[in-house]
């Protein structure tokens, strides 16, 4: 008995051992694309930070230069941090609110749902060059849609993309037409939600309000907080709609659509300033690991984990 | 009529309170079932406009589009704008360029992905945790933060100007994919594998004989929408490619934006072809575009 227990423990590990590198085996594309690709280009970046790299000639080692320039003399680092906080500040909680307004609408027991769910997720499917021309179109201070409507209603419509005061908010317009890519997240766990809930509230006179307030709301905060984490990494690093709409990344009038990204774009690949354009680009990961940090802090005053749920 | 005014009046008096509360109820059902509707033919609306405005402006004479007001429907149809963007973009050359990029990214996705994730999901080794937490941590780069290091390493290597840069590192999987089909592959049961063992079969053999056919609808997802991540992809081409004629459509699209600034009906036009791929995509496989989404992947079946 104990020698064939043996025996079964030496094959086992046998059998581990090749299973072992099978494993290894089947996820190396994965380990060699990260290393080539991603650590790799991580760790010349920040050796390449504290140099003045310029692609074809010098890399010199200049030590904190390249941060200090950043941060002390170049104005419009400051100017795209500001352009880009502010969009975050209002393209992530907009587009939050506006996919679980539309994931409630959608969310209820009506003939026709599905037609209206694919309606409202089509524009988040369609992206690249086509959309912001389509949109630049739409902002068109004289023949867009959106003047011509505010028209209709006595309103007169601002310039849009042509005045610094409103390119970003217009920018902020266009991004809550595709909120239907979040909202569907929203609207699988809504429909996982006991309708016996709302019912008995219901029962009980709780206001349609009330019931969103303290049924919905809180079983949806986890999701809340994936979509806020993932929105805040995607909404910092805009960069295409502002080249394509500022026409080749020509900043926006007043420098208004003067993003981070374009910012190290026109650095690295206009100027070639690239180890300038490497410190920024490291700032960058700094700036979205503290915020991701800072969300995963703050998470558990607000999200809820119910006992339900066991995934 | 008449006999519902009777059956009500002949209504024992007890009942009445019961009955009036359910139609009461009845009532504030059927109103807000009707607030419902307006509210979602509303938004579709809202929604919808900026499609419809685009395919309406592509058809417009100039003439009709920078009048004041301008019309909402073209009043004459012209339908030459399409035959004359089609030639100056050139769209036909560009489709084919996006074409040829997106087939191989495709086929990187749906392989790498399905490879990689079999690891994960179904074979035991050391470290297996450790280095999934690594996939999911990629998730959470900045891809500004390895754009420019990875420019250099394509220079060094002399893929500038050349279309290895946007499909060589699909063959090496993407974490969010990576996550998608590990979900599926649990839901696969283990046995099917450890009697195919028995068998003799090996770790590939299992993969590519018994598991590529059974997670067809995950490799689908995967296919669709790597597809539309390659068709609509701008700053890859943008960085990359430098020579015209190797255009692919976002980067066409976009200098045909630069040169012809203002003449909206040709840049709706182009703008409309350049979605109509994407478009007839979702409707045919819209059910993929949803499962892409969902962060559970096939635990739900």
């Known amino acids: ?311 | 009529m008449i006999e519902n005014v009777t059956s009500e009046a002949e209504e024992p008096a007890k009942v009445i309170p019961n009955k009036q509360h359910f139609k009461s109820r009845k009532r504030q059902q059927k109103i807000n079932r009707a607030i419902s509707y307006l509210l979602l033919i509303g938004v579709s609306i809202v929604l919808l406009a900026p499609l419809f405005w685009m395919v309406f402006t592509s058809l417009k004479p100039m003439e009709e589009i920078v009048r004041f007001p301008p019309s909402f429907f073209p009043e004459t149809l012209q339908w030459s704008n399409y035959a004359e963007t089609i030639e100056a973009f050139p769209f036909f050359k560009y489709a084919g360029n996006t074409l040829l990029i997106t087939f191989f990214v495709v086929l990187g996705n749906v392989v790498s992905n399905s490879f990689i994730a079999y690891g994960f999901a179904k074979i035991s080794f050391p470290g297996k945790n450790l280095l999934f937490s690594l996939v999911l941590a990629t998730m959470m780069i900045p891809g500004f933060v390895t754009m420019i290091p990875q420019y250099i390493l394509f220079t060094r290597v002399g893929w500038v100007g050349t279309y290895l840069p946007l499909i060589v590192p699909s063959f090496f999987g993407s974490a969010f994919n990576i996550f998608l089909m590990r979900q599926f592959y649990l839901s696969i049961n283990d046995e099917l594998i450890e009697a195919a063992q028995i068998d003799g079969a090996n770790h590939l053999f299992i993969w590519s004989r018994l598991m590529v056919p059974l997670t067809k609808p995950a490799l689908i997802t995967i296919g669709i929408t790597s597809f539309n991540g390659a068709w609509n992809d701008f700053l890859g081409p943008l960085l990359y490619i430098h020579d015209e004629e190797m255009y692919t459509l976002q980067i066409g699209l976009q200098s045909f934006q630069n040169q012809s600034t203002t003449q909206w009906n040709y840049l709706m036009a182009g703008a409309t072809l350049v979605m109509i791929p994407t478009v007839l995509l979702f409707f045919f496989a819209q059910k993929y575009f949803i499962q892409g989404m969902d962060l559970t992947g096939g635990t739900k079946g």
């Open chain 1, 1 to 311: 008995m104990a020698v064939a227990t043996i025996k079964q423990k030496k094959k086992m590990s046998k059998k581990q051992k090749k299973d072992a590198l099978w494993g290894l085996f089947f996820v190396s594309p994965f380990i060699i694309g990260f290393v080539i690709f991603m650590l790799g280009p991580m760790l010349f970046s920040f050796y390449g930070s504290f140099t003045n790299y310029n692609l074809t000639s010098k890399m010199d080692f200049i030590g904190f230069n390249n941060f200090r320039r950043m941060f002390n003399q170049d104005e419009l680092f400051w100017k795209s941090l500001y352009n880009t906080g502010y969009y975050v500040l209002f393209n992530v909680p907009l587009t939050a609110i506006g996919s679980v307004l539309l994931a409630v609408l959608l969310n209820q027991q009506v003939r026709g749902m599905s037609v209206f769910r694919t309606i409202f997720y089509l524009p988040a499917i369609l992206s690249g060059v086509a959309v912001y021309v389509l949109w630049m179109q739409m902002l068109s201070p004289t023949s867009g849609l959106v003047n011509t409507i505010l028209a209709w209603i006595g309103v007169q419509g601002p310039a849009w993309l042509f005045d610094p005061q409103w390119t970003k908010p217009a920018l902020i317009l266009m991004k809550l037409w595709s909120v239907g890519g979040a909202m569907l997240l929203y609207l699988a766990t809504l429909q996982n939600v006991p309708t016996q809930l709302y019912e008995s509230a219901e029962i009980d006179g709780a206001s349609a309000f009330k019931r969103f307030r303290h049924i919905t709301l809180p079983l949806i905060t986890p999701i809340i907080f994936y979509d806020v984490v993932t929105s805040t990494i995607g909404a910092f690093q805009i960069f295409q709609e502002a080249y394509v709409m500022t026409e080749s990344g020509t900043n926006g009038p007043a420098n208004s659509l003067l993003f981070y990204n374009l910012h190290m774009w026109n650095k690295a690949f206009v100027a070639f300033d690239m180890g300038y354009a490497m410190a920024m680009s490291m700032v960058l990961f700094v700036i979205v690991l503290s915020l991701t940090f800072v969300n995963l802090k703050l998470a558990p005053r607000w999200v809820h984990y119910g006992g339900g749920r066991s995934e």
